[in-house]
Nanobody
């Protein structure tokens, strides 16, 4: 059974930091790109970042570049999203998802999704 389980969300003040984790199982982790996307109430889904598990290539949305860092621990089948200098506009449910390539991840063409974790940034 394919599973992507997010954790690490919570409530933080503006300027603070959180680290999200995405633990994957049930598929060959090294063959996939893992991405994070977010959705706030009333807003469209936004791709935040993604990483290729095979070669470590990464992508960041302009809105998070320089503040968020994605990393992968292939031994643990886990991808992390370190979020620093958080802003109220970062408030959303954050989802991790798996795509067969970084290009597909960037296009939002995911094969598997997690259930999401809430991130709330207070001003």
């Amino acid at each position: 059974e394919v599973q992507l389980v997010e954790s690490g969300g919570g409530l933080v003040q503006a300027g603070g930091s959180l680290r999200l984790s995405c633990a994957a199982s049930g598929f060959t982790f090294d063959d996939y790109a893992i991405g994070w996307f977010r959705q706030a109430p009333g807003k469209e889904r936004e791709g935040v970042s993604c990483i290729s598990s095979s070669d470590g290539s990464t992508y960041y949305a302009d809105s998070v570049k320089g503040r968020f860092t994605i990393s992968s621990d292939n031994a643990k089948n886990t991808v992390y999203l370190q979020m620093n200098s958080l802003k109220p506009e970062d408030t959303a449910v954050y989802y991790c998802a798996a795509a067969f390539s970084l290009a597909e991840a960037r296009a939002g063409e995911y094969d598997y999704w997690g259930q999401g974790t809430q991130v709330t940034v207070s001003s």
